[in-house]
C-alpha cells in the first residue's frame, strides 16, 4: 500500500512540474503585449504554485504523523 501511494505522490509531484513547465513553453509565444504582460505573469506564478502548495501539504501532513506516533 505504502509503494502505491508513494508512486501516485511521485507521479503527481511529476505532473504538477510538467505542467507548470508547459505554461511557461505555452506562454514564451504569446505576444507580448501591455494587457498580457501581467496575465502571463500571474499565470506562470500560479501555475508554479500548484506544486509547491502540494509538496508543501503532503510536508505537513507527513509531520502531524510523525507527532501523533510520538517519533521525534
Known sequence: ???IRNSKQYDLEERTLK???GVI???K???RT???IEVIKQLVRSSGS???NYIEANE???DII???FGIV
Open 1 to 3: 500500500m505504502t509503494e
Open 66 to 68: 510523525i507527532l501523533n
Open 50 to 52: 500548484v506544486g509547491a
Open 19 to 21: 505542467f507548470a513547465k
Open 60 to 62: 505537513i501532513s507527513f
Open 29 to 31: 509565444n504569446l505576444p
Open 34 to 36: 501591455i494587457p498580457n
Open 25 to 27: 513553453k505555452f506562454v
